[in-house]
């Protein structure tokens, strides 16, 4: 089991996350930069990120979009605020239009990622921190509606089944 | 839930219009005509879609004035609770992707 614990503050609009892999620190930090590696976990199989700028240094900026199953795209960019390899890295998370752009109306969320040794394996702790719950709504909503789409697949599934029997 | 109320949640979500719908009302309420606006079809097929969800209790209507206002149906949820519940499995899976990779060596 990857994920330790995780807790949630309400009041503080925050996230942690506690997980532990069996790899070196290194490797951990690898999936964080490396675009190619990023784009294979960050957004689920259904809505896969595709990461068009990467500039992996502090004030650096990465814009990516995500592809959903019938081709809509949900863009989204990240702003570097730290790193320090192989063991901690911040950035904001905020979301794009079609063009690409920043919609700032949506708010920022701050992610703090950091990793620790702990005897050939990595402790990774995830913090985030919304600006307000409508924010943190939209957040959910993007990666609800690929759950919903997903049902609604398997839905029409079904209906083909019946339809051909 | 019913089979009947299944098969309305299910047929109501088989749309990418009303999936969209829900999205935004969840966020914020907008009138009806306000959604029409937004999609390239008529505003009695978007009334329509609208009526679909209502039904599947994922949005409600108000009259107010000559506007309907449509909004997404959060009665008796934790709202803040729920988004950080969900927030938190999203995470979880992307967790489970990490470990996949570093899993290849």
């Known amino acids: ?165 | 839930m019913s089979d009947a109320d299944a098969d309305r949640l299910f047929q109501a979500f088989a749309d990418a219009t009303r999936r969209d719908i829900v999205r935004r009302v969840t966020v914020a309420e907008y009138s009806v005509s306000g959604l029409a606006a937004l999609y390239a079809m008529s505003f009695a097929a978007v009334q329509k879609h609208v009526a679909v969800l209502e039904r599947a209790s994922l949005v409600t209507k108000e009259k107010r004035g000559r506007e309907q206002i449509v909004r997404g149906n959060h009665e008796g949820l934790q709202k803040a609770r729920r988004l950080l519940d969900e927030y938190e499995a999203i995470w979880r899976q992307r967790v489970g992707r990490i470990a996949d990779i570093l899993a290849e060596g």
């Open chain 1, 1 to 165: 089991m990857s994920v330790i614990s995780s807790t949630k503050n309400l009041e503080a609009l925050s996230f942690t996350l506690v997980a532990e892999f069996d790899a070196a620190v290194e490797l951990v930090w690898q999936v964080w930069e490396d675009p190619r590696q990023l784009e294979r976990w960050w957004g689920p199989p259904s809505w896969p990120a595709t990461f068009e700028r990467f500039d992996f240094e502090p004030g650096g900026k990465a814009d990516y979009y995500m592809t959903g199953p019938e081709g809509e795209k949900a863009g989204g960019w990240w702003r570097f605020t730290a790193i320090q390899a192989p063991s901690r890295l911040e950035f904001d998370d905020g979301f794009a239009d079609e063009g690409g752009d920043p919609v700032d109306s949506m708010g920022i969320t701050h992610a703090t990622v950091t990793l620790e040794d702990t005897g050939g394996r990595t402790r990774m702790t995830i913090q985030s921190t919304f600006e307000s719950e409508e924010q943190m709504e939209q957040m959910v909503q993007m990666g609800m509606e690929e759950g919903m789409r997903e049902a609604a697949g398997q839905i029409d599934a079904i209906l083909a089944d019946h339809a051909r029997a």
